[in-house]
């Protein structure tokens, strides 16, 4: 008998109608992705942990499943430490003065965070968060 499979976390795909325009989103909240990467169809980063982030078109996801939709609402989101309270603030007003659209302006959560979000150009939740 062979010993049980643990699987192990490490990809967390986003689906995007706009390569180049998600791509800057991720950018301006530090991730290193080459500005060749706009006009590809997929892009991975790594991330701190081996963890890594990946970006498919539509076109490239109804390639192997032409039946796929957008479903309707976030599904998923993601969180950024901004390392302080000010921090989060800080991005928040960068990003929702560039354009980005932010659901849920800075407070301080009854967890003991300071917490924002922000909707990249696809429509997902992008949480922005530090310790209190």
């Known amino acids: ?37 706009d006009a590809e169809p997929h892009v991975e980063v790594p991330l701190p942990g081996g963890l890594r982030l990946a970006w498919d078109t539509i076109a490239t996801v109804r390639s192997f499943d032409p039946d796929w939709t957008p479903a309707t609402g976030s599904r998923i989101s ?13 991005v928040h007003a960068e990003l929702t003065e560039a354009g980005y659209t932010g659901t849920h302006k800075p407070w301080d959560a009854f ?22």
Do not use: H, K
């Not at 049980?4 to 991730?31: E, H, K, N, Q, W």
């Open 78 to 90: 993601l969180a950024f430490d901004c390392g302080s309270p000010e921090g989060v603030d800080a």
């Open 1 to 37: 008998m062979s010993a049980p499979i643990t699987p192990r976390i490490d990809l967390i795909g986003l689906v995007v109608a706009d390569m180049a325009a998600s791509l800057a989103f991720y950018r301006r909240l530090g991730l290193d992705i080459p500005p060749t990467a």
């Open 111 to 132: 967890w003991g965070q300071r917490y924002a979000v922000v909707l990249d150009p696809d429509g997902n939740a992008v949480d922005l968060f530090a310790a209190s």
